[in-house]
């Protein structure tokens, strides 16, 4: 712990010097330097105590002090990323610096070096729009809710059920937002203006614990569906990463599957249940938690015993895609359509489908983060999520609510 601590340290100490390095030479004494640097000052020490907290307070504070926990995070990433950004700019103008003082070498020339070139200037602007970038993620960016739309092709669903519609949702972590925001209950009621026929919520209702629901449970009541609302549990909805005693875990598991039972979702805990339309069948599979380097309650076989899902279409919601790599896909279960979140698709990114353009860091951790996957006419959609955790805002990569039509393919 104290290893990796001093290690990001120095990372982040090496940016600081890296973007100040940026900041001098796009000001000087001409430029009130002396208030300028005494605000940069602030902002590192900002950056720093966020930093500190973030690192060593985490595991408490986030359940003892969610609010200021937020403020920090919020100020950490709106500070430091345009500082990331401009520190990356230093190094290629210091490579540039070091490449003319080398040609100036090799020719015996001693004409004077530029302090701020081109690079310095689009440096600025880049850090500039990255902070205006961040700063909307934080405000609105968290509340721009975007309904994505998909039509998935089944081979072996029977025509009654053909374009059944399914909205899935995942990932409100509701511990994340201060009270109940207006934005998110208008969210809420416009997917009941979508009139789907069945509700599917894929994990992680809260942060750390059960209580983080209770002032939504109105909210989530009046979500209707004619078919019926489902719902799994994702990793985070444990209470495994808050500084409980084991009884308080297990009361907050408990009141969270009370509570999943109270907004009007079955809870669907290694089970199925099936859709049935003028004789015909399709089957709905929920497990639990199953992820690489997350907790595995997940048991697919027992969710699927006694469902037929060998000789029905069959839908399987499992919280973290990984769990569709490792026991699903390549007909290592007989799952058409399977429903996941976890990613957040890092809540960071750019996406342009015309362009082709579709970047993550969560790409960096996961082979598949968000949208609709296909192997071997088998299907995986992973949902953007709803909420946010960690970073309190979301740029580039908004929050989602999926419609999925399934239709014989």
């Known amino acids: 712990m104290i290893f990796a601590f001093l290690f990001l340290s120095v990372i982040l100490a090496s940016i600081e010097w890296l973007s100040f390095r940026l900041l001098g030479r796009k000001f000087d004494r001409r430029h009130n330097w002396f208030q300028i640097r005494w605000v940069w000052l602030v902002l590192v020490a900002v950056i720093w105590i966020a930093f500190v907290i973030n690192g060593f307070m985490w595991p408490t504070w986030r359940s003892t002090h969610p609010r200021l926990l937020s403020v920090l995070s919020i100020s950490f990433f709106v500070i430091f990323i345009p500082k990331l950004v401009m520190a990356v700019f230093e190094v290629f103008e210091l490579v540039r610096m070091g ?173 199925h249940h099936h859709f049935e339309r003028e004789g015909e069948r399709i089957a709905l599979v929920g497990v639990e938690n199953w992820g690489k380097g997350f907790r595995r309650s997940g048991d697919l076989n027992a969710a699927m015993k006694g469902s037929d899902a060998d000789k029905l279409c069959a839908i399987l919601m499992t919280h973290d895609p990984t769990h569709w790599e490792e026991e699903v896909m390549d007909d290592k279960a007989p799952i058409d359509l399977t429903l996941s979140g976890h990613t957040h698709g890092m809540q960071f990114g750019i996406e342009i489908p015309w362009l082709g353009i579709k970047w993550s860091p969560s790409q960096w951790r996961y082979k598949r983060w968000a949208g609709l996957y296909q192997e071997s006419g088998q299907f995986l959609h992973i949902n953007r999520g709803f909420g946010v955790l960690g970073f309190h805002g979301r740029v580039g990569m908004p929050p989602e609510i999926t419609v999925l039509e399934i239709e014989q393919a």
Do not use: C
Request: aromatic share 10%.
């Open 99 to 271: 490449g003319s003082k080398a040609i100036n070498v090799a020719m015996g020339s001693a004409r004077p070096i530029s302090r701020q070139s081109f690079l310095t200037q689009l440096g600025f602007g880049a850090a500039g729009f990255t902070f205006s970038s961040f700063l909307y993620g934080v405000t609105w960016g968290k509340y721009a809710f975007r309904v994505e739309r998909l039509t998935v092709p089944i081979v072996n669903l029977p025509e009654v059920f053909n374009g059944l519609k399914l909205v899935q949702i995942s990932d409100a972590h509701l511990g994340s937002f201060m009270n109940t925001p207006r934005p998110v209950l208008d969210a809420l009621e416009q997917i009941n203006a979508l009139q789907p026929d069945v509700i599917l919520f894929t994990g992680d209702l809260v942060n750390t614990h059960a209580n983080e629901a209770e002032a939504w449970i109105d909210a989530f009541r009046m979500l209707h569906a004619p078919m019926g609302k489902f719902s799994i549990l994702g990793n985070h909805d444990y209470a495994d990463y808050g500084p409980f005693e084991e009884s308080e875990r297990e009361d907050s598991r408990k009141r969270i599957k009370e509570i999943h039972e109270e907004m009007g979702f079955r809870l669907l805990l290694n089970e």
